[in-house]
């Protein structure tokens, strides 16, 4: 069983920075695609980064230059630093971890944004 839980969430204002942290439990992260989510009220849950076992990353448009994703697996986390963060960009995150035909997800954290 793996167990994710997402910190580092807040209140920031718009044109800073968060970092937000996914603390993975279980033997499996370092084999583990991982991605940050967020969903927003009233919308659709969608993919806002995602990095691979081996470290390829990808972006959502949205956040492209502005979000970066990485992981450390002699700690199992994921790290998704948010810099330049606008108000569209408030809403719950949460982590995910992918491997082979099985996912996990956190409980989320919720960032947002002050014009």
């Known amino acids: 069983q793996v167990q994710l839980v997402e910190s580092g969430g807040g209140l920031v204002q718009a044109g800073g920075s968060l970092r937000l942290s996914c603390a993975a439990s279980g033997r499996i992260f370092s084999s583990s695609a991982m991605g940050w989510y967020r969903q927003a009220p009233g919308k659709q849950r969608e993919l806002v980064a995602s990095i691979t076992s081996s470290g390829s990353t990808k972006y959502s448009d949205s956040v492209k230059g502005r979000f970066t994703i990485s992981r450390d697996n002699a700690k199992n986390t994921a790290i998704l630093q948010m810099n330049s963060l606008k108000p569209e960009d408030t809403a719950d995150y949460l982590c995910?971890?992918?491997?082979?035909?099985?996912?996990?997800w956190g409980q989320g954290t919720q960032v947002t944004v002050s014009s």
């Open positions: 995910n971890a992918k491997l082979l035909f099985q996912d996990w």
